[in-house]
């Protein structure tokens, strides 16, 4: 039990559906990160919210459209997806404030296949 | 803006022996350092941070690191590792900068660290 659970753990959609991964935390963390993480590539960091706020977004395509309505959940809504978006989506959330020193807190992950 | 540079992508060694995985990154600021694990099928997992005073740090699991400012490296080191230590380990660095971007973190590509009986 990290303390981040993601659901749900696989998820396999057609380039025409549309689906949610959800993200949930228990550990009263005000900060949460979507993350993907491909195959030989760095974990490349997607979305931001620090207080409900969305804070960052790393030109990702319009396709992903994130939701967090309250500081415990985070969702990643998903539509038209591409056959290159298939990837471990990493939530993981910490705690904001003066000290920019808390580490992050990850989820176990959503494997998603597109095909 | 930060860059973190993992030198190796796979590091294979016997189980009991000692291992050291390198971390270099580079930042015009000051920064706090990482590693995290990621066991198959999970997420990553804190293993050490280096904040700030001793820069020989010790984490989870019998890992330690060493934060060399003058040679920008923060290498891991176990001196005997298990089967159970076989997973995937990321060097992360979080550079200290004003304004809202203070949470960014930057992860390195990652070295497999395959343990063999």
């Known amino acids: 039990e990290t303390g981040v659970t993601q659901t749900p753990r696989h998820l396999v959609m057609g380039m025409t559906n549309k689906k949610s991964l959800k993200c949930e935390q228990h550990l009263g963390h005000n900060a949460m990160y979507w993350y993907k993480q491909s195959a030989k590539k760095p974990l490349e960091l997607m979305f931001v919210y620090s207080l409900e706020e969305r804070v960052e977004n790393n030109s990702v395509p319009s396709r992903f459209s994130p939701e967090c309505p309250n500081s415990s959940h985070l969702f990643l809504h998903l539509h038209t997806l591409q056959p290159e978006d298939s990837a471990l989506y990493l939530c993981?959330?910490?705690?904001?404030?003066?000290?920019?020193?808390?580490?992050?807190?990850f989820g176990n992950g959503t494997r998603l296949t597109v095909t | 803006a930060q860059s973190v540079t993992q030198l190796d992508s796979q590091v294979p060694v016997f189980e009991e022996a000692p291992v050291e995985l390198r971390c270099n990154y580079s930042s015009s600021v000051s920064v706090y350092l990482f590693w995290y694990v990621q066991y198959p099928n999970q997420g990553l997992q804190l293993l050490l941070k280096?904040?700030?005073?001793?820069?020989l740090v010790k984490g989870i699991n019998g890992f330690e690191a060493e934060f060399n400012k003058s040679q920008t490296s923060f290498h891991l080191r176990k001196p005997s590792v298990h089967i159970s230590d076989t997973a995937e380990y990321f060097c992360a660095v979080r550079a200290y900068l004003g304004g809202g971007s203070n949470y960014k973190l930057t992860f390195g590509k990652g070295t497999l660290l395959t343990v063999n009986p």
């Open positions: 993981a959330s910490s705690r904001q404030g003066s000290s920019y020193n808390s580490p992050l807190h």
């Open positions: 280096y904040l700030s005073g001793s820069t």
